[in-house]
């Protein structure tokens, strides 16, 4: 995974790379999910930073070694900043040898992406399904609660869905399944795969 450097003691507001991403996530999902939610995170990280002694570190090693509320607003910048990047209206898709990594690990492309939904589906309350590295270089499934990042276990974050509600509730309402089910098609492979 590429880290995030901060200018100065501070994190900026990511860009999105696209203006929309057709029927699967709204344009007013992302002007909310984006324009406010993950603007309040990032302006919170921003005023926690100072006096942390944190200060300059980049957001990976603020995520490892915060606690309380930095933690939470610095965990919840690098998930949405990798969520956000690594969609587009018009994805490429993976590589051979990727598809290959994960028949090696999960037996097929198909059963990867079954396991990976009902992880997403069955993660109670707010969280993130997440797609990892580990030390070893093996691919693992896993789900995090609230704002935590599979960084604080070592593991190197490769893909992740949100399952927030907040997420998915205005074009999906009560069912995350779908919205899980949905996103493949804006998954921008490359990007996901960069991060190895
Ligand atoms: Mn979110």
Redesign the pocket.
Known sequence: MKDFIPTNGQFSMMTLPYEALGDVISVQTLSF?HGK??QAYVDNLNKLLPGSGLENLPLSEVVRKAQGGLFNNAG?VL??TL?FEQFSPAPKPMSAQFAALLEKNFGSVDAFKQEFEQKGATLFGSGWVWLNADPQGRLVITQHPNAENPVTQGLNPLLTF?V?E??YYLDYQNRRPAYLAALWQIVDWPTVESRL
């Open positions: 999910h939610h993950l919840q998930n949405h969520y949100d927030w907040h997420a």
